[in-house]
């Protein structure tokens, strides 16, 4: 992903409900073998990532708020 392209999927994480978040990360995973490029593998593993991490800290927000 380009910059802007993480830019614009960090501002969805931001503002998405922890529904639409489940929805798009099993919708990443459902689509995962699909993917046979390293390009594309990378941004794959980059927005799991950055969605496993949003989830974690609202649950964290959660948990003390």
Do not use: P
């Amino acid at each position: 992903m380009d910059k802007e392209a993480i830019k614009s999927f960090i501002c969805w994480l931001e503002n998405a409900s922890d529904d639409e978040i489940k929805a798009q990360r099993e919708y990443i995973l459902s689509r995962k073998a699909l993917i046979s490029t390293r390009e594309g593998k990378a941004d794959v593993k980059l927005a799991l990532r950055l969605i496993d991490e949003e989830l974690l800290a609202r649950l964290e927000l959660k948990k003390h708020g």
